[in-house]
T-cell receptor, first 116, second 112 residues
């Protein structure tokens, strides 16, 4: 049973460029969340997708957008890259939210994005 | 907005010593989770606490949720080198249970 997978592992871009990161959730999971983790910081929630729609969004500008496909995989797109976008981008999956609290999330290995 | 702070930020301990990290939220949490992130790795779920005053144990790890559900702690007894990593607490963010807010993290270094 494969866990959460992400691609690519590493990526180097220059300011102003656009980037697309990909995530495949753990088998049986239909909800995908994206996080940005700057060096030495905790993960920051970007947004969450299920049923192919963005359901919740953190405090990130519109330059950050996403998509979820019918097979539950997801993409994170970042436009007009800034130096401050350099970070580890983590994808996490979980079964659909069904109760009054969170369920365990399974994180992928992340994509290390460097913006020069 | 909601803030989740952890102290200490860093902790160096001699192998065999105990370790505790504290998590404090600016708002009441319906539940709290703990994650461990090894150097160069990704967060791995450890446990979830739901009830006020709840205490859960996993071998040498003891997790506690405060009575007011605004704070939590993780205590490791007799640390081992395998305990090295950063420990994060996380809870539902303001504005929706799906918006997870992670704490600032405590980085643990164990000296053999």
């Amino acid at each position: 049973d494969a866990g959460v997978t992400q691609s690519p592992t590493h990526l180097i871009k220059t300011r102003g460029q656009q980037v697309t990161l990909r995530c495949s959730p753990k088998s049986g999971h239909d909800t995908v969340s994206w996080y940005q983790q700057a060096l030495g910081q905790g993960p920051q929630f970007i947004f969450q997708y299920y049923e192919e729609e963005e359901r919740q969004r953190g405090n990130f500008p519109d330059r950050f957008s996403g998509h979820q496909f019918p097979n539950y995989s997801s993409e994170l797109n970042v436009n007009a890259l800034l130096l401050g976008d350099s970070a580890l981008y983590l994808c996490a999956s979980r079964p659909r939210f069904r109760g009054a609290w969170l369920d365990e999330q399974f994180f992928g290995p992340g994509t290390r994005l460097t913006v020069l | 907005g909601q803030q989740v702070m952890q102290i200490p930020q860093y902790q160096h301990v001699q192998e065999g010593e105990d370790f505790t990290t504290y998590c404090n939220s600016s708002t009441t949490l319906s539940n709290i989770q703990w994650y461990k992130q090894r150097p160069g790795g990704h967060p791995v779920f450890l446990i979830q606490l739901v009830k006020s005053g709840e205490v859960k144990k996993q071998k040498r790890l003891t997790f506690q949720f405060g009575e007011a559900k605004k704070n939590s702690s993780l205590h490791i007894t007799a640390t081992q080198t395998t305990d090295v990593g950063t420990y994060f607490c996380a809870g539902p963010g303001s504005g929706g249970y799906q918006k997870v807010t992670f704490g600032t993290g405590t980085k643990l270094q164990v000296i053999p």
